[in-house]
């Protein structure tokens, strides 16, 4: 926390008083995302549907935007889209039956938080 009080100057020097002071909390990363889910309206033979809710907090600082990561099998993590401005987004082209594991990051003035949980979805029409 951070503590400001204001002094004025002129020509003729400085003020006899400050302003009142003020408190600010320096703003931190957004928490993780939450809720990451497989979006069944969507999903189908080489197309996966996904949804998430904001992080419960944003750091003090507005989420500006969402990024995705997905991996296949054993692979690692690599970033499928950044700057989802959304909480849902369609991967498209992607392999029918494979599955694949996302999470997502919210990033705010500070930069991105913390990952959500993952998901793993098959990229193949749910059964009915």
Do not use: C, H
């Amino acid at each position: 926390m951070y503590k400001f009080k204001v002094e004025s100057r002129n020509a003729f020097g400085y003020s006899s008083s400050f302003s009142n002071e003020v408190s600010i909390r320096a703003a931190k990363k957004p928490t993780a995302p939450l809720n990451l889910a497989n979006d069944a309206t969507i999903t189908a033979s080489g197309i996966i549907g996904l949804t998430w809710s904001a992080p419960s907090s944003n750091g003090g600082s507005a989420v500006i935007d969402y990024q995705i990561s997905f991996k296949t099998g054993t692979d690692g993590f690599s970033v499928l889209v950044s700057g989802i401005a959304a909480t849902s987004y369609t991967a498209s082209s992607l392999t029918p039956g494979a599955t694949y594991t996302f999470k997502v990051k919210a990033r705010n003035a500070v930069g991105f938080g913390a990952d959500s949980s993952t998901v793993s979805i098959m990229a193949d029409k749910l059964p009915t």
